[in-house]
Nanobody, 120 residues
Framework: QVQLVESGGGLVQPGGSLRLSCAASGSFISRYSMGWYRQAPGKQRELVAR???????DYANSVKGRFTISRDNANNTLLLLMSSLKPEDTAVYFC??????????????WGQGTLVTVSS
């Protein structure tokens, strides 16, 4: 079973950038479809970006052109590069595994989250 640990959150000014990391252990991420989700206070958790094992990507409209999801397979890590950050990007960001291409199974595995605060 893969375990996920997010890092890289913090306080950043509007217009700034952050890079989030999701380190995986227990299995290689190249076999999984994975995504970044976020949950702002008082709001539902929402999909931010997702990448499949075949490297297809998808983004929420609110982050298109500003966020980039990628994989660092050498370090078994999922990344989210966030730029031009806005106060409305403030949320706890979670990493999730939702599909295993090897076993052809749906999964629902989450990390503990990392807080991103965009404020001046």
């Amino acid at each position: 079973q893969v375990q996920l640990v997010e890092s890289g959150g913090g306080l950043v000014q509007p217009g700034g950038s952050l890079r989030l990391s999701c380190a995986a252990s227990g299995s290689f991420i190249s076999r999984y479809s994975m995504g970044w989700y976020r949950q702002a206070p008082g709001k539902q958790r929402e999909l931010v970006a997702r990448t499949t094992s075949r490297l297809m990507t998808d983004y929420a409209n609110s982050v298109k052109g500003r966020f980039t999801i990628s994989r660092d397979n050498a370090n078994n890590t999922l990344l989210l590069l966030m730029s031009s950050l806005k106060p409305e990007d403030t949320a706890v960001y979670f990493c999730r595994v939702d599909w295993d291409e090897v076993s052809r199974r749906n999964l629902d595995l989450w990390g503990q989250g990392t807080l991103v605060t965009v404020s001046s």
